[in-house]
Nanobody, 122 residues
């Protein structure tokens, strides 16, 4: 299983951005997906997760602003980010776990993408 994240960039506060995470090597049916982020000088933190059955889990800091969406036909999971804040800045990673749950702990994830940088300016 390989994951590749795309879509990071520079955006102004209040703006929107969509990240994508493409899985190759295995269908999304098998795995649950999560997004995590790591700000400079901080530990990686949970953002949101999706599992088969359309179960989702969001960190309080992104609820009502971020949405995780999967498109099965593309074997891709998207992270739609709106009303971005400076504190959303960081490297965003997608992860896949084979146990089918919306885990918020990164050690539960088996595979990781390379990360994509999101910078939100004031």
């Amino acid at each position: 299983v390989q994951l590749q994240a795309f879509g990071g960039g520079l955006v102004q506060a209040g703006g929107s951005l969509i990240l994508s995470c493409e899985i190759t090597g295995r269908s999304l049916y098998t795995y649950s997906m999560g997004w995590f982020r790591q700000a400079p000088g901080k530990e990686r933190e949970f953002v949101c997760a999706w599992s088969w059955g359309n179960y989702t889990n969001y960190a309080d800091s992104v609820k009502d602003r971020f949405t995780i969406v999967r498109v099965h036909a593309r074997n891709t999971v998207y992270l739609q980010m709106h009303s971005l804040k400076e504190e959303d800045t960081g490297v965003y990673y997608c992860g896949a776990n084979q146990w089918g749950s919306v885990y918020s702990a990164d050690h539960e994830y088996d595979y990781w993408g390379q990360g994509t940088l999101v910078t939100v300016s004031s």
